[in-house]
């Protein structure tokens, strides 16, 4: 079955780096748009970055570039999300998920169970 998992989350200081891993099973992730969002409470879910299958493309929210990069690892059937220069701002509930069409459409048809970031000092 399609399942999604990400993990790598946790507790880092403004300013620090965390490196989110969405590890996927029940289907070839190279196969399929692979998108990471976010959620935090009082907040709209925020698509926050995704990676093409088709040509390999990236894409990021406005308040993430300069600082997200998304990349895929085929052997390991993974999406990760480096995560550099973090602010508070950034902190919610990361969740990976399988694009229903492409990554521009911003739907997604399976996701994880997302993992907790916490940016504090």
């Known amino acids: 079955q399609v399942q999604l998992v990400e993990s790598g989350g946790g507790l880092v200081q403004p300013g620090g780096s965390l490196r989110l891993s969405c590890a996927a099973s029940g289907f070839t992730a190279r196969y399929y748009d692979i998108g990471w969002f976010r959620q935090a409470p009082g907040k709209e879910r925020e698509g926050v970055s995704c990676?093409?299958?088709?040509?390999?493309?990236?894409s990021y929210a406005d308040s993430v570039k300069g600082r997200f990069t998304i990349s895929r690892d085929n052997a390991k059937n993974t999406v990760y999300l480096q995560m550099n220069s973090l602010k508070p701002e950034d902190t919610a509930v990361y969740y990976c998920?399988?694009?229903?069409?492409?990554?521009?459409?911003?739907?997604?048809?399976?996701w994880g169970q997302g993992t907790q970031v916490t940016v504090s000092s």
């Open positions: 998920g399988r694009v229903r069409d492409s990554c521009r459409s911003r739907d997604y048809a399976y």
């Open positions: 990676i093409s299958s088709s040509d390999g493309s990236t």
